[in-house]
């Protein structure tokens, strides 16, 4: 079974633009989970989607947005990027067997090295 | 409330001999708990996690951890280090809250293993 697959890798961006971020969750997989992870702050979560719908969210500014399609696949939007959001960003999937509050192992992709200058 | 602690934030140890990282847990609800280990640029990667089925939790590479609940602690350990290991290691708490599943990750502890 193919894992979490996150895509591009690698981004550089300059201050002010905007960006999306791609995630493919392992196959069968219905919840996706984002975290943004620097130095400073380790790992911090900032949303989950099950089925659609944004079930759960972090602590972050409204400029982090993101979606889930109908094959569960995700995206997140970070608009009018700033310096300190700069970091790598981890997607992960879990199955949901026993619906949104189920403690199921999260599983994580490789991320998205995001630089902003 | 919901909390992890990881004792150590660099632990150094050298080739072949035992591994000890250390993690206390708060949680108002019944847990699981996990560790992951992440190389550097790279993802994290599932070590083993506990679910009430058994205090004592075998994982990957040889890594296991006992959960103990009159600690309140879930600390990793491996009998004998290997250079492959070196790696930052993350503790990591799960609970239903609000009909939501809470996940609070530690901060991490920095493996390095000398040769």
């Known amino acids: 079974k193919a894992g979490v697959t996150q895509t591009p890798r690698y981004l550089i961006k300059t201050r002010g633009q905007q960006v999306t971020l791609s995630c493919s969750p392992i196959s069968g997989h219905r919840s996706v989970s984002w975290y943004q992870q620097t130095p400073g702050q380790g790992l911090q979560f900032l949303f989950e989607?099950?089925?659609?719908?944004?079930?759960n969210k972090g602590n972050f500014p409204g400029r982090f947005s993101g979606r889930q399609f109908s094959n569960s696949r995700s995206e997140m939007n970070v608009s009018t990027l700033e310096l300190g959001d700069s970091a790598l960003y981890l997607c992960?999937?879990?199955?949901?067997?026993?619906?949104?509050?189920?403690?199921?192992?999260?599983?994580f992709g490789p991320g998205t090295r995001l630089t902003v200058l | 409330a919901q909390s992890v602690t990881q004792l150590d934030s660099h632990v150094s140890v050298s080739e072949g001999t035992p591994v000890l990282l250390r993690c206390n847990y708060s949680?108002?609800?019944?847990?699981?708990l996990f560790w992951y280990v992440q190389h550097p640029n790279k993802g994290l990667q599932l070590l083993l996690k506990?679910?009430?089925?058994?205090?004592l939790v075998k994982g990957i590479n040889g890594f296991e951890a006992e959960f103990k609940k009159s600690e309140t602690s879930f600390h990793l350990t491996k009998p004998s280090a290997h250079m492959s290991d070196a790696a930052e290691y993350f503790c990591?708490?799960?609970?239903?809250?609000?009909?939501?599943?809470?996940?609070?990750f530690g901060i991490g502890t920095k493996l390095q293993v000398i040769p």
């Open positions: 949680s108002s609800y019944s847990p699981s």
């Open positions: 990591v708490v799960s609970a239903h809250s609000g009909g939501y599943q809470k996940v609070t």
């Open positions: 989607y099950f089925s659609e719908t944004q079930r």
């Open positions: 992960a999937s879990r199955g949901l067997a026993g619906g949104p509050a189920s403690t199921d192992t999260q599983y």
């Open positions: 506990y679910t009430s089925a058994a205090t």
